[in-house]
């Protein structure tokens, strides 16, 4: 899971327009709009780093105490989701993170959040411990490791606590992001492996947290997902994850889902605009485009019609090829068809 949800190539657009999607009430400097978030104490983004690659004690640091980084949520009810739904909610979200309707699998790169390289079509992380997980996946399934020589630093990655600088370090992971774009253009098991951690990780997760407050409709789904992608489920990130988020928007009471989403999404949006530096800020555009959606309710409620993301220019229709990353991979011959998913369990600590 990654802080930041944009590519560096979309940054310079929507520096320029960081402050349109902040204002009015989600205007950070106007008294009242960030209180809920107790942000007073968070050190800005980049910051946290910190210089000497020392440890040091950083607000909502939090160490990892059971086998998870995640919430136990055996108890929430689950839902089910369709093979458009899921590929329309998928390019949704791409849109978000990679700028465009082809699948970032190949994509990795140090944007410099603290969280090492940021690497696939939903950004797992080195510093984070779920691009490590994919790879595990994918030699689980595969004979010979392209990613042999990294296993041992990405294992140590895992090892420190939330926050701590040394998570963001990549000295140890020389020529890493080469060997995951190739393994990307040219293998369809490393895709598939991706996209099976990211169901594992993501997608069902977020099926539940939407069903724990009676969201059902697809757009619903769609919108549960795009915030589990970008602001997490862990524990060990307990200013920003998606269970405060629903925490703060309050109990849904007799409101209809779109009402619901529509606060939900406030929420989220002044979450964004509230969270010191410009990371977050620059992410605004994401809410404001999901608003879009939901003011147009019927239109847009099952996903079985193209939506059009405003500030990102762009019009997902559900018909757009998610097997291979024609942006990422221009040298490479296309691959047409990816191996059967591997269902993996949601990430939760055995039973004991
Ligand atoms: C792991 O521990 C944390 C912190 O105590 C807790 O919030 C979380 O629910 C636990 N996760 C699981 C899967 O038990
Ligand atoms: C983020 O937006 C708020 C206003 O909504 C502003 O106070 C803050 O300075 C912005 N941060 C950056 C780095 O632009």
Redesign the pocket.
């Known amino acids: 899971m990654k802080l930041t949800a944009l590519t560096l190539l979309a940054m310079p657009v929507l520096l320029l327009a960081?402050?349109e999607y902040?204002?009015g009430e989600?205007?950070?400097?106007k008294a009242g709009?960030c209180d809920a978030f107790q942000f007073e104490n968070v050190v800005?983004d980049q910051q946290q780093c910190g210089t000497d690659k020392k440890p040091q004690k950083v607000e909502g640091g939090v160490q990892q105490t059971n086998c998870t980084t995640f919430y136990d949520i055996s108890s929430l009810p689950s839902q089910e989701i369709d093979a458009h739904t899921i590929r329309m909610t998928q390019l949704i979200t791409n849109v978000f993170e990679n700028g465009n309707t082809q699948m970032g699998y190949s994509a990795a790169n140090d944007i410099k959040d603290c969280r090492g390289y940021t690497c696939g079509y939903i950004g797992f992380t080195t510093g984070t411990n779920d691009a490590y997980a994919v790879i595990q996946q994918y030699i689980k399934r595969k004979e010979g490791n392209p990613f042999a020589k990294y296993m041992d630093p990405l294992k140590l990655l895992t090892t420190y606590e939330f926050n701590d600088p040394r998570r963001a370090d990549v000295s140890e992971l020389v020529g890493f992001a080469k060997v995951w774009k190739e393994t990307a253009c040219k293998d369809p098991v490393f895709v598939q492996s991706q996209l099976d951690v990211g169901h594992s990780m993501y997608l069902k997760p977020a099926l539940k947290y939407a069903a724990s407050v009676h969201v059902t409709s697809n757009l619903g789904k769609a919108i549960f997902y795009d915030t589990i992608v970008q602001h997490g489920w862990q524990y060990v990130e307990p200013l920003i994850n998606l269970p405060r988020i629903l925490a703060i928007t309050g109990p849904r009471g007799d409101d209809s889902e779109k009402v619901y989403l529509n606060r939900f999404l406030t929420t989220r949006r002044k979450l964004a605009?509230?969270?010191?530096?410009?990371v977050?800020?620059d992410s605004s555009s994401r809410m404001s485009d999901l608003q879009r959606l939901v003011a147009a309710w019927e239109r847009n409620k099952d996903l079985t019609r193209p939506v059009h993301l405003q500030a990102f220019g762009v019009t997902v229709t559900g018909k757009e090829s998610i097997t291979f990353d024609r942006a990422g991979c221009k040298s490479f011959k296309p691959f047409k068809r990816l191996p059967s998913p591997n269902d993996i369990p949601i990430p939760q600590c055995p039973a004991n």
Do not use: F, L, R, V
Request: glycine share 6%; charged share 10%.
């Open positions: 960081q402050n902040c204002q989600y205007d950070a400097t709009t800005p605009c509230c969270y010191p530096g410009k977050w800020n």
